[in-house]
């Protein structure tokens, strides 16, 4: 029976950890147990220039597999809460990280960088 438990506790745990996975043009693999990287998110790198400086916004999200199953999540990862924190008006790039530990525990940062001033 235990076997049982600890077989189907495995199978959810793979099931439901990409619950937690942002969702972008280019995402890298992520690990079962372990994953941690950083991708673009605007793909259009004809302006990717970046000037002095730059934000970030993150959420967390918490999955607690005990009988039924609770999810958590918090922040504003958005581009507009991250030029916020960098205090500039104008994006010249962006991309994000994500962070995750067995699907229990993920956070997924956005990070802009100010578009270089034009010379006049």
């Known amino acids: 029976m235990k076997t049982i438990t ?6 959810g745990l793979l099931v439901f950890s990409g619950c ?8 890298p693999p992520g690990g079962v147990l372990f994953t941690n990287y950083k991708a673009p998110l605007l793909v259009t790198y004809d302006d990717a220039a970046v000037g002095p400086n730059s934000g970030e916004a ?5 999955y607690v597999p ?12 958005s581009l507009d809460a991250a030029i916020s924190d960098g205090q500039f008006i104008k994006v010249g790039s962006a991309d994000y990280s994500f962070f995750s530990v067995l699907g229990v525990y993920a956070k997924t940062t956005v990070h802009v960088y100010e578009a270089p001033a034009v010379a006049q």
């Open 58 to 62: 993150s959420t967390d999200y918490v």
């Open 6 to 11: 600890l077989a189907m506790l495995g199978i």
């Open 66 to 77: 005990v009988n039924a199953p609770i999810e958590f999540a918090w922040g504003d990862c």
């Open 20 to 27: 937690a996975s942002p969702k972008s043009a280019f995402v």
